[in-house]
């Protein structure tokens, strides 16, 4: 812009000086060469005007075009403020739905394929059966005193007995014992107060009064 301006300038001052050029009625003519000086401007003013005008136009061209973008240049719109009496009131939020647990069916069992052969069953544990209590031995009969280590008083009142033989047996039911001529088996009686109770292999034994003893044989 700054050379279309000086360009302007000399132009203006081109024909302020051609008009102060003109000479009057009493003027004195010039001379040749300042004739040829002062036509000789007016040669190229034509073209320079010409070409001003171009300057001229084509920076009036660029100024328009600048100048239009920034007047087509979008201005954001600015949403109006709501006013606060007239915003809607905001809806309170629903409470949350109550969550119900998903119940997850089980799983079906996995079945057994055929072509696995069976597991058999665990053995049952056969409790060995607690051994049976000993069975206490019988207890030892009391040694029952020969018939010679009865009281004295007691051997006076014994019977004479007359040993002829003896038969011992283990049936009870066959055992014998020939006493004073008769043949008797256990359980027989020798007088009121005289038992015979056990025949054995060497020895009786009979019960006189309660009082057990033994006789050899």
Same mark, same amino acid.
């Given at each position: ?114 072509? =696995? ?40 009142? =014994? ?59």
């Amino acid at each position: 812009m700054s050379y279309i301006l000086d360009a302007l300038r000399r132009a203006e001052a081109d024909r302020e000086r051609e008009r102060g050029a003109v000479p009057g009625l009493h003027a004195q003519p010039a001379p040749e060469d300042t004739l040829a000086r002062s036509t000789s401007p007016r040669r190229w003013l034509p073209w320079a005007g010409g070409g001003l005008l171009l300057i001229a136009g084509v920076g009036t061209g660029v100024w328009w075009a600048g100048s239009a973008r920034e007047t087509t240049a979008p201005v954001p719109a600015t949403a109006p403020a709501a006013s606060p009496e007239l915003a809607a009131p905001v809806p309170a939020a629903p409470a949350p739905a109550p969550v119900t647990a998903a119940i997850t069916p089980p799983a079906p069992a996995a079945s057994v394929s055929p072509y =696995l052969p069976p597991v058999p069953p665990p053995a049952a544990v056969v409790a060995s059966p607690a051994p049976a209590p000993r069975a206490a031995p019988p207890a030892e009969p009391a040694r029952l005193p020969l018939a010679s280590e009865l009281p004295e008083a007691t051997r006076r009142e =014994l019977p004479r007995l007359a040993l002829g033989g003896s038969v011992y047996s283990d049936d009870p039911r066959s055992r014998l014992v020939i006493i004073n001529g008769d043949v008797l088996h256990e359980g027989a009686r020798l007088g009121p107060d005289l038992l015979l109770e056990q025949i054995r292999p060497r020895e009786l034994v009979l019960r006189f009064k309660g009082q057990a003893y033994r006789q050899p044989l």
